[in-house]
C-alpha cells in the first residue's frame, strides 16, 4: 500500500497552491517526505521541514511530523522534546523511540517500528532549541541560550506551525518528553496557557502533559542518584553512607556542584568512578556499545546491530550515520543552510545556562493542574540519571502542596498478565507511574509497555490494575 491519497502515483488532489489535501484538510506540499532512503512501504504521511521563529535574525526550527497510521483524521496531536538541553527531539524521540521507524543496522536504511506512537495519536517532533540538529539561526549569539528563549521559540514554533496545518488547530493537544523536557514542556505549557489568557481568537487545546524521567528539581533528583547506585549494588555501603551522611544537596547548583564537604565531594567523586564508563547510567542493565567497532563496520557495509535484553545497543551510532547521509537529508528537506558541522544527537554549538537547570519546576505543574490539565510523570525503573526514588518524591510532595488525596493506591499496573510497572494517581489529575525494566528512554527500552502507558494517558483511562485483558496495543 502507498502513501494516503495515492501521492507516490501523483493523483494529488491541490485545492490551494502549495498545500496537499487528504480528509478535506490542507497540508504544505512542499513539506511533504514522499520517501525516506531505505524505508519500508507505510499508509500514513510524513512531513518535515522548518518553521521561523525569527525573522530577523534568521532563526528556524526543524521539525518532523507523522500522521497516526488509522484515521489521523479524528487522532489527538502529541508533540514530543527530548531533553539535554541540546538534543535532537528527532534523532531521540522520532528515530530511536517511539516514531514509526528505526534505523537498520547497516545504518542506510529503515526498519518499522511495531509499537511506534502513532499507533495512538498523530506525533510532532522539534529539534530545540535553534543550534539542535538541523535547527539554525544566521545569528551566532542566539547560540547562547537558556529555558526562558527555548520556551518562547517553541509557543513561537506552534502557532506557525498551526498555519501550516490549520486543521489540527482544534485538536487536542498533548505536549509530552523525557529528561531535560521536565524543563522544557512545563514552562512551553506555561506559555501556551499564557497565550490563552490573552488570545481573542486562537487557543491552544492542552489536555495533557506527559513527561518522562523529567528533571524536576535539583536537590532531590541529584539525591536519587547516588541512592540508586547504592541500592542497585554499584556501591559499596562506605561510600553510599558517606553521601547520604556528609552531603547537603540543598543548595546543589548546577554551575557549583560540589559547594559542599570534602568528604562529601571525595565520596561523590568515588562513586562516579566506581560506575565507571563500562555501565550505561541510562540503563543499567543494558549493554554498551563500542562506538570504534560499530563505526568501523557502519563505514565497511556490515550489519552493526548489537542486541542486549532484545534492544539494539548501537542504534545510536547507526542513527548519526543515517541522518549524515546527503540523500537522507534531501529527503526530509533538512540542512537548507548547508550547516558547517554534521548532525548529532546532541548540540556542539549550543552553550546552555546552566543555571537554569537549578530552576524548581513543581510551582509550574502546580499551575498546569489547577487549569485542569492532567500531568503523568512515568520512571523507567533503570533509569540512575534521574532515578524514579527522586521523581516519585517530587509528586507526593506536589500532590501534598495541592492537596491532593489519593484516587488510585501505589500498586501495580498490568500490561498483556504481566506487571507493566507501579502507578498511583492524585486527585484524578495527577498520576506517576513506573515503567518495569524500561530506561531513562523508556520507550526504547520497553516499547509495548510505553506505548500501553501512553495509549491510555491520550484516552483518558487509567492504567490497569488487574490482569484481565485491556483494551490497547
Known amino acids: 500500500m502507498g502513501l494516503r491519497w495515492n501521492v507516490a502515483a501523483a493523483t494529488v488532489v491541490v485545492l490551494v497552491v502549495g498545500l496537499v489535501v487528504g480528509g478535506g484538510y490542507a497540508y504544505p506540499e512542499e513539506d511533504l517526505v514522499v520517501k525516506l532512503p531505505g524505508q519500508p512501504l507505510v499508509s500514513f504521511r510524513q512531513y518535515a521541514g522548518y518553521v521561523d521563529v525569527d525573522v530577523k535574525k534568521g532563526r528556524s526550527l526543524f521539525y518532523y511530523f507523522v500522521e497516526a497510521d488509522n ?76 529555558d526562558a528563549t527555548t520556551a518562547k521559540d517553541a509557543h513561537i514554533f506552534l502557532v506557525e506551525w498551526f498555519k501550516k496545518f490549520p486543521s489540527f488547530r482544534t485538536r487536542d493537544l498533548f505536549l509530552t518528553g523525557e529528561s531535560y523536557a521536565g524543563h522544557y514542556i512545563p514552562q512551553l505549557a506555561i506559555a501556551l496557557l499564557d497565550h490563552n489568557e490573552h488570545s481573542k481568537d486562537f487557543k491552544f487545546n492542552i489536555k495533557g502533559v506527559l513527561i518522562g524521567n523529567p528533571l524536576l528539581r535539583l536537590d532531590r533528583d541529584v539525591p536519587a542518584t547516588y541512592e540508586f547506585f547504592w541500592s542497585h549494588g554499584m556501591i559499596s555501603d562506605e561510600i553510599g553512607l558517606t553521601i547520604m551522611k556528609d552531603c547537603d544537596f540543598d543548595d546543589y547548583t548546577f554551575e557549583s556542584p560540589h559547594n559542599v564537604s570534602q568528604s562529601c565531594t571525595n565520596a561523590i567523586s568515588e562513586a562516579n568512578n566506581i560506575v565507571g564508563n563500562y555501565i550505561n547510567a541510562y540503563d543499567v542493565i543494558l549493554d554498551v556499545c563500542y562506538p570504534s567497532l560499530v563505526e568501523q563496520e557502519l563505514r565497511l557495509r556490515k550489519m552493526a546491530t548489537k542486541i542486549s535484553v532484545g534492544v539494539d545497543v548501537c ?38 545556562n546552566e543555571k537554569d537547570g537549578n530552576i524548581d519546576i513543581l510551582p509550574l505543574l502546580k499551575r498546569i493542574i489547577q487549569n485542569h490539565i492532567r500531568v ?98
Open 71 to 146: 484515521d489521523p483524521d479524528h487522532k489527538p496531536l502529541t508533540l514530543w522534546l527530548n531533553g539535554g538541553p541540546g538534543c535532537s527531539s528527532v534523532g531521540g524521540g522520532a528515530f530511536t523511540e517511539l516514531g514509526p521507524f528505526f534505523p537498520r543496522g547497516d545504518g542506510r536504511g529503515l526498519r518499522i517500528n511495531s509499537k511506534s506512537w502513532n499507533k495512538a495519536s498523530n506525533l510532532l517532533f522539534v529539534e530545540s532549541p535553534a543550534g539542535v540538529g538541523w535547527s539554525y539561526s544566521n545569528t551566532s549569539s542566539d547560540y547562547t541560550t537558556g
Open 315 to 352: 542504534m545510536s551510532f547507526e542513527r548519526r550515520f543515517y541522518f549524515n547521509l546527503p540523500a537522507v537529508q534531501k529527503a526530509l528537506h533538512a540542512n537548507r543552510t548547508k550547516l558547517p558541522y554534521s548532525w548529532s544527537m546532541c548540540s556542539g554549538v549550543l552553550d546552555y
Open 376 to 473: 503523568w510523570i512515568f520512571s523507567g525503573d533503570q533509569d540512575s540519571v534521574v532515578p524514579l526514588l527522586g521523581s516519585r518524591t517530587l509528586v507526593r510532595e506536589l500532590a501534598h502542596d495541592i492537596n491532593f488525596k489519593i484516587t488510585v493506591p501505589y500498586g501495580a499496573w498490568f500490561h498483556k498478565g504481566q506487571v507493566g510497572g507501579w502507578a498511583t494517581e492524585y486527585g484524578n489529575l495527577l498520576t506517576f507511574a513506573t515503567v518495569r525494566g524500561a530506561a531513562h528512554m523508556v520507550p526504547f527500552a520497553q516499547p509495548s509497555r510505553a506505548l500501553h502507558l501512553f495509549s491510555s494517558f491520550v484516552r483518558g483511562r487509567r492504567l490497569p490494575n488487574t490482569t484481565r485483558p485491556s483494551i490497547g496495543y
